[in-house]
């Protein structure tokens, strides 16, 4: 199972982006999924996670301007980011919980990591 995150790039204060990941390999069923993010030098945070019924939830710093959503069909999960500051400029990491075919326990799984910069 592997999780391919797309999307960041380098976006002007105010800009938007929408960073995507997808879910490949053998899976049975996914759980919840989410995005993570790692500033330098500090600890990564939660950003958004999403359930398969499509619950939300967020971190307060993003609420309003951020948006994550999923295609179940696709195995993928979404981040719709709006008015960006600088200090979202971070690596964006994607998470899911997912049942591997053949097997009977969720595990956690991570993407690479994709690199938003925003400038000011």
């Known amino acids: 199972v592997q999780l391919q995150a797309s999307g960041g790039g380098l976006v002007q204060a105010g800009g938007s982006l929408r960073l995507s990941c997808v879910a490949s390999?053998?899976?049975?069923?996914?759980?919840?999924m989410g995005w993570y993010r790692q500033a330098p030098g500090k600890q990564r945070e939660l950003v958004a996670t999403i359930t398969s019924g499509g619950s939300t939830n967020y971190a307060d710093s993003v609420k309003g301007r951020f948006t994550i959503s999923r295609d179940n069909a696709k195995n993928t999960v979404y981040l719709q980011m709006n008015s960006l500051k600088p200090e979202d400029t971070a690596v964006y990491y994607c998470?899911?919980?997912?049942?591997?075919?053949?097997?009977?326990?969720?595990?956690?799984?991570w993407g690479q990591g994709t690199l938003v910069t925003v400038s000011s």
């Open positions: 390999g053998r899976i049975f069923s996914i759980n919840d």
């Open positions: 998470n899911a919980d997912i049942l591997r075919s053949g097997t009977f326990r969720y595990a956690d799984y």
